[in-house]
């Protein structure tokens, strides 16, 4: 193979891996979809949205996201989840048990339909919780330190963006709480450790792009 046309392809190469990398291209990874389920049901039925389902059942909001709408969900993936339980040093049955679990849970939630393409730098939005969540899109799309690994994710009643961090208010106390056989959640995880573990068995079926989260401004 000549020089030249090593070099072509080389550059080739490199714009691809940019335009797949590029804000655009993220935005665009479900246009053309029709929904067909609501947000519970997408959620439902995608295994690295376990822990959030079993947290919305919890704290008694499935019903509430299988309303009308619209909603837009910035959605944690289990590992997400992980990451939270180590820094907190709590268990999954602790977390879930948590009196202030809702506030943190409809921290993840926009009133209306937020596609990606109506994001901005240095947006604002006020939550469902109440408090606000600021976007960065400088770099890699960001809802404050977390990373929107996959967007427009549409549902009948809203729209779905994936993140790699948990989201925690201002407005959120970490409280010791009393555990009982009957609090294990519908997860089945039972440890921290257990939950880690079962990601790494899982992990290499899962399809998200990871990158390293910004600071909140």
Excluded: W
């Amino acid at each position: 193979m000549s020089k030249m046309v090593k070099v072509f392809l080389s550059f080739i190469t490199a714009f691809a891996l940019t335009v797949a990398l590029s804000p655009t291209a993220f935005a665009d990874s479900h246009v053309g979809e029709e929904p067909s389920q609501d947000i519970v049901e997408i959620a439902l039925g995608n295994d690295d949205f376990s822990i959030l389902v079993s947290a919305l059942q919890r704290a008694e909001l499935v019903e509430t996201l299988q309303g009308e709408g619209p909603f837009t969900v910035f959605a944690p993936t289990n590992q997400a989840f992980a990451d939270l339980l180590e820094a907190l040093d709590i268990t999954a049955e602790e977390l879930l048990a948590q009196p202030d679990l809702a506030k943190v849970l409809t921290y993840h939630v926009v009133p209306g339909k937020v596609l990606a393409g109506d994001l901005t730098d240095g947006m604002e939005a006020e939550t469902v919780n109440g408090e606000m969540v600021t976007f960065d899109l400088s770099g890699d799309p960001m809802v404050n330190e977390s990373m929107i690994v996959d967007t427009d994710i549409e549902a009948t009643n809203g729209v779905l963006h994936v993140i790699d961090t948990v989201l925690v208010p201002a407005d959120f106390t970490l409280q010791e709480v009393d555990m009982e056989e009957t609090d294990v959640p519908e997860t089945g995880i039972e440890t921290n450790s257990a939950l880690l573990i079962g990601m790494l068995m899982t992990g290499a079926a899962l399809i998200f792009v990871m990158v390293k989260p910004l600071k909140q401004k």
